[in-house]
């Protein structure tokens, strides 16, 4: 039988949980978003157009970065309260290098590190 690489994410708009499932232990890994609230600020103090397109510029990247990692998986599911789970989905919908990796959503309240584990541990089951 062949091993399935899987991969759950937690995630919001500041940052991501990246938990890779290998032999029933999580490897962990963290990817912080730049778009933070001193960048908002920032971008406010001098317009507010200016403020969004650096958002979405910052935002970008962060997505590019979870993408990066999502690619050597068979399986992933993206979990959390905010939307940032379906933009980074619409995203990888529309991109051809992932159209042989099932990619599932989930909407999950804030959640400890023990609750994620448990979360990804369960989905995959």
Known sequence: MK?????????????????????????QNTI????????KEEGLSKSEKHMHIKEQHLHSSYYKKISDAIKNYQEVVLFGPT???EELLNLLK????????????????????????????????
């Open 32 to 39: 912080a978003s730049e778009f933070t609230h001193l960048e």
């Open 94 to 125: 529309n991109d051809h290098l992932f159209e042989n990796i099932k990619i599932s959503v989930k909407n999950t309240d804030k959640m400890t590190e023990y609750q994620m584990h448990t979360f990804v541990k369960e989905y995959f089951k």
């Open 83 to 85: 939307e940032a789970k």
């Open 3 to 27: 091993n399935i690489k899987q991969m759950g994410i937690w995630m919001d708009h500041s940052g991501a949980f990246l938990m890779e499932l290998k032999d029933d232990a999580i490897l």
